[in-house]
C-alpha cells in the first residue's frame, strides 16, 4: 500500500497539474504512478520533458514499448510492467515477444531482441556498454544516434520504475490482467 497520495489533476501541487493534464490528453488517464509521482513537482517535471523527448525519437513506438517493458522487468517494478505490457500489446508487439521479456528472456523479433538486449545490458552495467553490445545492435540495424536514444529511454524509464518502486500505486483495473510480480530476491 502506497503512503504517497494519488493525485487527481485537482488535488496535485499547482506546479504538477499540467503534467497531469497533458497525460490525461496523451492517455486518457492519469496513470496511478504519475499521480504519485505528481507529489514532486520536480519529479513530474522532469519526467514529462524526457517522455515527450522520447516519444519523438526516431524509435517506433513499438520499439520504444520493447524498452519500456524491458526496463520494469529489469528493474523488478510491477506497476510499470502490468501497463507497459498493456501498451506494448496494444502497439502491435507480438503477444510470445511480451510475454518472452515479462519472463526475462529475449524476444523472438530479432530487432526487438536486439533493442531489449541492449537495454538490460545498459541497466544491469550502469551504462558499460562493451564493444560487442554496441556492434551487436548496429549489425540489428541500428544506428549509432539510436544507440543513444535508447539511453533516453532508460532514462525515463527509470523514472517511473524507481517511482513506483518507492510509491507502490495501486494498479489501475484496466491493467490488471497484465499484472507481474518481481522475482522474490
Do not use: C
Request: hydrophobic content about 50%; overall charge neutral.
Amino acid at each position: 500500500m502506497s503512503s504517497y497520495p494519488v493525485h487527481t489533476i485537482e488535488s496535485a501541487p499547482a506546479q504538477s497539474r499540467p503534467v497531469l493534464q497533458r497525460l490525461q490528453q496523451t492517455f486518457g488517464m492519469v496513470p496511478n504512478v504519475a499521480a504519485t509521482m505528481a507529489n514532486s513537482p520536480v519529479l513530474i517535471s522532469a519526467f514529462i520533458g524526457l517522455f515527450e523527448r522520447v516519444h519523438a525519437s526516431s524509435l517506433t513506438e513499438p520499439q520504444i514499448q520493447t524498452l519500456l517493458l524491458t526496463n520494469a522487468v529489469t528493474n523488478a517494478s510491477e506497476w510499470p510492467v502490468a501497463f507497459h505490457t498493456a501498451l506494448a500489446l496494444k502497439e502491435g508487439v507480438h503477444s510470445a515477444d511480451v510475454d518472452a521479456i515479462r519472463q526475462g528472456v529475449l524476444p523472438k523479433d530479432a530487432r526487438l531482441a536486439a533493442l531489449s538486449a541492449l537495454a538490460r545490458t545498459l541497466v544491469e552495467k550502469r551504462g558499460r556498454l562493451a564493444e560487442l553490445d554496441r556492434r551487436r545492435a548496429l549489425e540489428a540495424g541500428f544506428s549509432a544516434e539510436q544507440i543513444l536514444e535508447v539511453i533516453a529511454v532508460i532514462a525515463a524509464s527509470t523514472i517511473t520504475n524507481y517511482s513506483s518502486n518507492v510509491t507502490r500505486p495501486p494498479l489501475e483495473a484496466q491493467f490488471e490482467a497484465f499484472a507481474w510480480h518481481a522475482p522474490a530476491v
